[in-house]
Nanobody
C-alpha cells in the first residue's frame, strides 16, 4: 500500500509559478513510476507529466511541455511538479499518482495509487 500526500497548490496570477510536492509512504517508492494528472469539474482527469523510477526519463502532455518540469528525490520519497508561466487554463485539481508500469505509457487506467489532490487556481 502506498499513500500519497500532495501540497503546494494555491492561487497565482497568470505568468507566475508554483511547485507541487507529493510525499509517498512506504519503502517501495523508488520502484514506481510517478505522475501528475489534473481535473476540472465536468471533465475527465487528464495526464500532465510522468517520470520513471530513476528520474532519468520524463514525459509531458503537449499543453504543459516547456513550462512544467517533473522531478523526484527517491531518498525523500518525493515527486515534484515545477509549474512556470502558468495560464488560467492550468486551473484544476492536481493529483499525484503512482504506477507500477512504464512512465511512457502512464494513463488514468494504469494508476495504482492516487493522492487526494491539491487545487491550483491561476487568475487572469
Amino acid at each position: 500500500q502506498v499513500q500519497l500526500v500532495e501540497s503546494g497548490g494555491g492561487l497565482v496570477q497568470a505568468g507566475g509559478s508554483l511547485r507541487l510536492s507529493c510525499v509517498a509512504s512506504g519503502r517501495t517508492f523508488s520502484t514506481y513510476s510517478m505522475g501528475w494528472f489534473r481535473q476540472v469539474p465536468g471533465k475527465d482527469r487528464e495526464f500532465v507529466a510522468a517520470i520513471n523510477w530513476s528520474g532519468r526519463r520524463t514525459y509531458y502532455s503537449d499543453s504543459v511541455k516547456g513550462r512544467f518540469t517533473i522531478s523526484r528525490d527517491n531518498a525523500k520519497n518525493t515527486v515534484y511538479l515545477q509549474m512556470n508561466s502558468l495560464k488560467p487554463e492550468d486551473t484544476a485539481v492536481y493529483y499525484c499518482a503512482a504506477d507500477r508500469t512504464s512512465a511512457q505509457v502512464m494513463g488514468v487506467r494504469t494508476i495504482d495509487y492516487w493522492g487526494q489532490g491539491t487545487q491550483v487556481t491561476v487568475s487572469s
